[in-house]
Structures are given as structure tokens and as C-alpha cells.
């Protein structure tokens, strides 16, 4: 519970100097991955497809404002997708509510996410990303609960939410 404590002060200090703004941001153009991915696009094309809130996420690794996102009080069947490049991410299934403010789940979709160790901000966490197009969604926590004891502690505007049954 320490180490939740840290975040929420961090992640709200943070905000506080940032003006309220998208926190944790990093610096424009900036992506750590060295990796190749099945969609690529051009710096340029990403802007043009995303907002600049979910470009500073998906792209930049930034992190959204804690209870922010509507997709907090989701609670109808379906899948969340990747923002970026629409692929299946989480089930509505495995959501669970951690009380963090972000949207969270106990799993993945089978072959949806890829994971890098992240040791920014002087701690060390498991970041994860969209597999197909690279998109920065979250982190994975080590605090959630069963099956998995995993909280996938998942940025709303890196997802779009497709319901089981359009209403």
C-alpha cells in the first residue's frame, strides 16, 4: 500500500506543477522503443489520427490525469481496444475496479500486449504497450487480485471501448 501512496503523491505533485495537465509527460518526439512493430506511421500521421491527449500517451508515454477517464465507470460487456490501431487489448471480463482512477484489469487479451521494464521516475515498473502498433497504454502492478494478483493500470485514452451488444 507504501508504494501506491508514493504514486498518488508523485502522480498529483506532479500535476500540481504541470498546471493539471497530462502528467508525467515526456518530451515531445520523445519514444524510448527500439522496436519494429505491424503499423507504423510517421510522427505526423499519428497526430493526424489521434488527439493530442492520446498522442501524448500512446506515443510520447505520457500518463492521463487520475479519474478522468469515462471508461472508469464502464461497466458494460465488450472489449477495449487499442486507441491507436484498433486491436482487441482486455476484456470487460477481467476489469475490476483498483481505486487508482485508471481503468484496470487482472489480464490481457491472449498476444495483445507487449511489456518493457520502465525504471523512470526512480523506481522500477512493467510497462506495457500495444503489440501490433507499439502504443504506450499503462503499467502492470504486482497489487491486484485473483486469478493473477496483476493490475494492469491501463491510461482510458489509450483505449476505445467496442460493446458486447450495440445498444
Known amino acids: 500500500m507504501k508504494r501506491r501512496t508514493f504514486l498518488y503523491a508523485s502522480a498529483g505533485a506532479v500535476a500540481v506543477l504541470t498546471g493539471g495537465s497530462l502528467a508525467l509527460r515526456r518530451q515531445p518526439g520523445h519514444n524510448a522503443r527500439a522496436e519494429s512493430f505491424e503499423i507504423t506511421r510517421t510522427e505526423q500521421e499519428w497526430r493526424r489520427l489521434l488527439t493530442d491527449e492520446q498522442y501524448a500517451v ?3 508515454e505520457a500518463t ?9 465507470e464502464e461497466k458494460r460487456e465488450g472489449l477495449y ?4 490501431c484498433d486491436l482487441p487489448l482486455y476484456s470487460s471480463e477481467t476489469k475490476f475496479d483498483s481505486g487508482t482512477g485508471w481503468p484496470s484489469f487482472w489480464a490481457a487479451l491472449d498476444d495483445a500486449i507487449g511489456t518493457k521494464e520502465d525504471r523512470s521516475f526512480f523506481m ?3 510497462e506495457c504497450h500495444c503489440r501490433r502498433c507499439g502504443g504506450h ?11 493473477t494478483g496483476k493490475r ?7 483505449l476505445a471501448f467496442r460493446p458486447a451488444t450495440p445498444a
Open 58 to 60: 500512446l506515443r510520447e
Open 137 to 147: 497504454l499503462g503499467h502492470i502492478f504486482d497489487d491486484g487480485p485473483p486469478p
Open 152 to 158: 494492469h493500470c491501463i491510461n482510458g485514452v489509450a
Open 124 to 126: 522500477v515498473r512493467t
Open 81 to 84: 481496444h487499442c486507441a491507436g
Open 64 to 72: 492521463e490525469r487520475a479519474f478522468t477517464s469515462p471508461l472508469n
